[in-house]
């Protein structure tokens, strides 16, 4: 049994819990430490199992609060040598364990496979959390889908996956044209359409659930992005994420 829990999703934070009732990594940490533990307490889950942090890149809203947090759990947190690099120094916790992009790394009985993406950062990773046959995905911030992507995602039975725009919500919308290139481009961000495709295309047969996730919120709307998944639903759960608070604790069988 593995349990799955979006704490964070969206530009102002990003922290993503997988647990199998006795371990539990979190990939990134975009919040403060109170917010993580306030909002695993609201959801029942045990702050105290969480073994390691996976840091996906060196943004602020994926690693905001992660020297605190580290520190309050006595756990090391996993960057790539050039995220860690280029992370902010302040912010950089005692304990770090660097890895290099296409790792697996063994944390308890977990496998954390790491693999590279398109984002504009220093050397941005994605990655898939195994556990007795059962693959998690935390997928965000990707520009264009590239083949890691791709091969990863078919492998996955859960998925938090970025649905972060609807293009016509962001080409009319108040960014100004050098942001919304950047958003759209090939190293900026899954769109809505660019996320169903990619799924529709790649999903492994046995996919339980995906969690739309890092939805904007000035170029998109919960209720858009669910609709533009409309024809899968028959497939597999499709369910939202939340800027502002934990969404479910979903429990992939």
């Known amino acids: 049994m593995l349990e799955i829990c979006a704490l964070a999703s969206g530009s102002n934070g990003n922290c993503y819990y ?16 109170r917010q993580v533990m306030e909002r695993m307490s609201a959801k029942g889950l045990d702050p105290a199992k969480v073994r390691a942090i996976f840091i996906s890149h060196e943004h602020a ?11 309050k759990l006595d756990v090391p947190v996993y960057f790539t040598k050039k995220t860690w690099e280029n992370s902010w120094g302040p912010n950089r916790p005692a304990k770090v364990v660097l890895f290099n992009p296409g790792d697996v790394i063994n944390i308890c009985d977990f496998q954390v496979h ?11 990773c994605s990655f898939r959390i195994s556990f007795q046959g059962r693959n998690i995905g935390v997928f965000t911030d990707i520009g264009a889908a ?4 791709k091969s990863e995602l078919a492998h996955c039975h859960a998925l938090f996956l970025e649905s972060n725009y609807d293009e016509d919500m962001l080409w009319s919308g108040p960014y ?7 958003v759209a481009g090939e190293f900026g961000h899954l769109s809505n359409m660019q996320a169903f495709e ?23 709307r919960p209720e858009v992005a669910i609709e533009a998944f409309k024809s899968l639903s028959d497939r597999f759960s499709v369910r939202l994420t939340n800027r502002y608070a934990a969404a479910e604790v979903y429990v992939v069988e």
């Open 61 to 71: 809203d994926h690693m905001r609060g992660v020297r605190v947090l580290s520190k």
């Open 176 to 182: 100004p044209h050098y942001l919304k290139t950047r």
């Open 146 to 149: 590239c083949d890691n992507v």
């Open 18 to 33: 997988i647990g199998n009732g006795k371990d539990a990594v979190l990939v990134d940490a975009g919040i403060s430490r």
């Open 114 to 124: 790491s693999f590279s993406k398109n984002h504009d950062a220093a050397e941005p």
């Open 198 to 220: 990619l799924l529709e295309t790649h999903h492994n047969l046995g996919l339980q659930v995906v969690f739309l996730s890092h939805l904007s919120e000035e170029n998109n």
